[in-house]
């Protein structure tokens, strides 16, 4: 998710809590919605408090994990984040632990559980 798009999630999310709270209890304060008797406004506050807080946690850490690394398959070589939008979400292999694009990952035959598929990994020679 862009930078952009968390700001304006966290934005909309918190219209919709004050909306609700002033409709409900009459305050501003939306954790005067948790002393009320309505357990749906509970459920409701909790889901998009629990929201805004991913949305601040991918603000402060989001994309910085695989800023630097770059894929493993034949013939990508490409930024993992850089090009995240076109070859798919970073898979990281659990025999090897070499990084990929999900495309890329699937077009080299491997799978999440069976591992790449490619040489130096112990899942591409186990299926010799």
């Known amino acids: 998710m ?9 934005i909309v999310g918190l219209v919709i809590i004050l909306v609700i709270t002033n409709l409900s209890t009459d305050t501003m304060n939306p954790f005067e919605v948790f002393r009320g008797q309505n357990l749906l406004l509970k459920i409701v506050i909790g889901f ?7 949305n601040i946690l991918n603000l402060l850490f ?7 690394e ?3 398959g034949r013939e990508c070589g490409k930024g ?5 939008a ?12 070499r990084l990929f694009h999900k495309k890329c990952f699937q077009a080299n035959g491997g799978t999440l559980r069976g591992g ?10 186990s299926n010799r």
């Open 116 to 125: 790449c598929r490619m040489e130096p990994c112990p899942s591409a020679i």
């Open 70 to 72: 770059v894929c493993a």
């Open 48 to 54: 998009f408090l629990a929201v805004m807080g991913l």
């Open 80 to 84: 993992l984040m850089a090009f995240a």
């Open 2 to 10: 862009k930078k952009a798009q968390s700001v304006m999630s966290l």
């Open 86 to 97: 076109v070859l798919g979400p970073p898979i990281r292999c659990m025999y090897c632990k």
């Open 62 to 68: 989001g994309g910085k994990i695989y800023e630097g």
